[in-house]
């Protein structure tokens, strides 16, 4: 079609022609799937283009604990403002973005610029998706490679809010779309459907980097008595001990070769070192069985933080870390994640009044948090208020 485009314009080369074939080709070359809607400025957007936002430090407001400790910052302000700032700050730094923005269910949850958006406004709809693009381009510059970003969102606005997410991480970048039941009994009031769940979005920066933790968190525990940096594990011999015949030495040659162990149990080598102590899968009544894995693996095992090496009566031994492992289902259901019993009554206990319409159960974003996050990692609300 657009060939023949073009063979019009070379037969029809007055201006009103060729303007009339212009705009059929841009009406074909337009965007035919994907999220199209009327964009709307912003008066804090606009700020922008002549004003540069500045943090400043309030000492009056500072709550120390423990000056030994990692501190958080709060930053008061428009979160675009201050989108814009950590962006100067902290591009691709951020590992974890949780977010509960407004649900524009019309009944005047959120402004735009500065006026309260209602059921009868005719733009709301694409008021709301302007102010989220503005916030949720930024965020994905914040984050870092493995980064993931969550966001809780209802059914008001879940379609537009999933293609805009899939236009700026990409649908590939999409880990899931979580259902969270946070009113079990369902809204009495409505006439057809009482509204149960809400909903979490969860997408990656590069998918292939992300990873969940090795936190369980539907799971038990119970049996993961023991804890370091990378969370949660128990004990496993590193012979292998299960499989019969096919884990003796015989079987598989190649899984039989010594560790040498240093005196004080903290490093390991494949080739004899001074003072190291050589150490076979060898068991305790003298079978001659095989590691769990070649040596290289092991090597990279202990790299990572997965094998302990205790020594017990003189004997020294060489242990697996396992980790829980969970799967992550999209139907989150637990009694702890109830809005009104782990969130309002929380908060309106600390508060003395109702101070946030319908905050989320502390549970279920503590839960969320662990999910996504390490030890080490730096997380971003900035729906916070």
């Given at each position: 079609?657009?060939?023949?485009?073009?063979?019009?314009?070379?037969?029809?080369?007055?201006?009103?022609?060729i303007?009339?074939i212009?705009?059929?080709?841009?009406a074909?070359?337009?965007?035919?799937?994907?999220?199209?809607?009327?964009?709307?400025?912003?008066?804090?957007?606009?700020?922008?283009?002549?004003?540069?936002?500045?943090?400043?430090?309030d000492?009056?407001?500072k709550?120390?604990?423990?000056?030994?400790?990692?501190?958080?910052?709060?930053?008061?302000?428009?979160?675009?403002?201050?989108?814009?700032?950590?962006?100067?700050?902290?591009?691709?730094?951020?590992?974890?973005?949780?977010?509960?923005?407004?649900?524009?269910?019309?009944?005047?949850?959120?402004?735009?610029?500065?006026?309260?958006?209602?059921?009868?406004?005719?733009f709301?709809?694409?008021?709301?998706l302007?102010?989220?693009?503005?916030?949720?381009?930024?965020?994905?510059?914040?984050?870092?490679?493995?980064?993931i970003?969550?966001?809780?969102?209802?059914?008001?606005?879940?379609?537009?809010?999933?293609?805009?997410?899939?236009?700026?991480?990409?649908?590939?970048?999409?880990?899931?779309?979580?259902?969270?039941?946070?009113?079990?009994?369902?809204?009495?009031?409505?006439?057809?459907?009482?509204?149960?769940?809400?909903?979490?979005?969860?997408?990656?920066?590069?998918?292939?980097?992300?990873?969940?933790?090795?936190?369980?968190?539907?799971?038990?525990?119970?049996?993961?008595?023991?804890?370091?940096?990378?969370?949660?594990?128990?004990?496993?011999?590193?012979?292998?001990?299960?499989?019969?015949k096919?884990?003796?030495?015989?079987?598989?040659?190649?899984?039989?070769?010594?560790?040498?162990?240093?005196?004080?149990?903290?490093?390991?080598?494949?080739?004899?070192?001074?003072?190291?102590?050589p150490?076979?899968?060898?068991?305790?009544?003298?079978?001659?069985?095989t590691?769990?894995?070649?040596?290289?693996?092991f090597?990279?095992y202990?790299?990572e933080?997965n094998?302990?090496?205790?020594?017990?009566d003189?004997?020294?031994?060489?242990f697996e870390?396992l980790?829980?492992?969970?799967?992550?289902?999209?139907?989150?259901?637990?009694?702890?994640?109830?809005a009104?019993?782990?969130?309002?009554?929380?908060?309106?206990d600390?508060?003395?009044?109702?101070?946030?319409?319908?905050?989320?159960?502390?549970?279920?974003?503590?839960?969320?948090?662990?999910?996504?996050?390490?030890?080490?990692?730096?997380?971003?609300?900035f729906?916070?208020?």
């Amino acid at each position: 079609m657009l060939e023949y485009l073009e063979k019009l314009k070379l037969q029809n080369t007055d201006d009103e022609s060729i303007r009339a074939i212009t705009e059929i080709e841009n009406a074909l070359n337009e965007k035919k799937y994907g999220l199209v809607w009327e964009e709307h400025s912003e008066q804090v957007d606009e700020m922008l283009e002549h004003n540069i936002p500045v943090f400043i430090e309030d000492e009056d407001r500072k709550i120390v604990a423990d000056e030994e400790q990692p501190f958080n910052f709060l930053l008061e302000g428009d979160n675009l403002h201050s989108l814009k700032l950590l962006e100067k700050t902290h591009k691709g730094m951020i590992d974890v973005i949780y977010i509960d923005p407004p649900y524009n269910t019309g009944a005047k949850d959120w402004k735009y610029n500065n006026d309260f958006v209602d059921s009868n406004d005719t733009f709301r709809h694409s008021k709301w998706l302007s102010f989220m693009k503005e916030r949720i381009e930024v965020a994905s510059k914040l984050l870092g490679p493995s980064g993931i970003i969550c966001v809780a969102i209802d059914h008001y606005e879940l379609s537009p809010l999933i293609m805009l997410m899939d236009e700026k991480f990409g649908e590939d970048n999409r880990l899931g779309i979580v259902t969270v039941v946070h009113k079990p009994e369902g809204r009495n009031q409505e006439k057809f459907f009482g509204t149960s769940n809400e909903f979490a979005l969860f997408y990656a920066k590069e998918k292939s980097k992300a990873s969940f933790s090795n936190e369980l968190i539907f799971g038990e525990l119970d049996d993961f008595n023991l804890e370091d940096k990378n969370g949660n594990y128990k004990l496993k011999n590193f012979i292998r001990l299960t499989d019969g015949k096919y884990a003796l030495k015989e079987a598989k040659p190649n899984f039989y070769y010594p560790i040498y162990v240093s005196e004080d149990l903290t490093k390991v080598a494949l080739e004899p070192k001074d003072d190291f102590i050589p150490v076979y899968p060898i068991t305790k009544s003298g079978v001659e069985r095989t590691w769990k894995t070649l040596s290289n693996t092991f090597m990279k095992y202990f790299d990572e933080g997965n094998i302990e090496i205790i020594r017990t009566d003189g004997e020294i031994e060489i242990f697996e870390k396992l980790r829980p492992q969970e799967v992550v289902r999209t139907h989150w259901l637990k009694k702890e994640y109830h809005a009104y019993h782990y969130g309002t009554k929380i908060l309106n206990d600390i508060l003395g009044s109702k101070k946030f319409d319908f905050p989320k159960s502390v549970i279920l974003v503590k839960d969320t948090i662990k999910l996504l996050s390490k030890r080490d990692s730096t997380v971003l609300d900035f729906f916070a208020g």
